[in-house]
């Protein structure tokens, strides 16, 4: 019913994260009737990112510039560590503006289903960076998942030898959360992280 273009089109937006096929459907037509004011732009904007973003060889961000901007700059604690399984999270710590220091990322966690060892991840990047940059703390900030967990675990053990307090961000009850919309672990993750007021 539609031509290949089309259906090329459509099956390559399907792979984006959030888009099924009907939604790529939609992106698909609304991208072909803006064809002036959005198509040509959007492949253009496309094209640059290809060419110019490249991974940052000391933290794993990406950027125009290697080392990336954060790595790059001055005013950053680099003394201050946190460690991040994705990209998108770092953007995400980021998009706070409440973390003073430097990142690493990770490239993903530990998954023995999905066959990711230690090798797989930037691992020994990091171990070497800790031991020769001056690294005051390390932040293990990776996601509340099984594997995230594993991860950290696996981390704070490599990191011992190393002689820099690791330390983990705390999980439980978020700001303006109600106890009754909650599931159970995170609840019992709050109850065991509790402090004084």
């Known amino acids: 019913?539609?031509?290949?273009?089309i259906e090329r089109l459509i099956q390559l937006l399907g792979r984006l994260p959030?888009?099924?096929?009907?939604s790529a459907r939609r992106v698909a037509l609304h991208l072909l009737k803006k064809r002036?004011?959005?198509m040509g732009p959007l492949s253009t904007a496309l094209?640059?990112?290809?060419?110019?973003?490249?991974?940052?060889?000391?933290?794993?961000?990406l950027d125009t510039i290697d080392p990336c901007s954060i790595c790059a700059d001055p005013k950053r604690d680099a003394g201050l560590l946190c460690v991040v399984e994705d990209v998108g999270d770092l953007w995400a710590m980021e998009r706070g503006k409440i973390?003073?220091?430097r990142y690493h990322v990770?490239?993903?966690?530990?998954?023995a289903l999905d066959g990711i060892g230690p090798d797989e991840l930037n691992i020994g990047s990091l171990l070497k960076r800790v031991k020769a940059s001056g690294v005051r703390e390390v932040i293990?900030?990776?996601?509340a998942t099984v594997d995230g967990q594993t991860t950290a675990h696996?981390?704070?053990e490599r990191l011992a030898d190393c002689g820099v307090p690791v330390t983990r961000l705390a999980h439980g009850v978020p700001v303006g959360g109600e106890l009754d919309w909650l599931d159970d672990g995170t609840l019992a993750t709050a109850l065991k992280a509790r402090r004084a007021l």
Do not use: H, Q, W
């Open 1 to 5: 019913m539609i031509g290949a273009e």
């Open 18 to 22: 959030g888009l099924g096929p009907r």
């Open 36 to 38: 002036e004011t959005l």
């Open 47 to 61: 094209a640059d990112a290809a060419r110019a973003i490249k991974p940052c060889a000391e933290c794993g961000n």
């Open 99 to 101: 973390f003073p220091g």
């Open 106 to 111: 990770l490239g993903g966690t530990l998954s």
């Open 140 to 143: 293990v900030a990776t996601n």
């Open 154 to 156: 696996y981390l704070a």
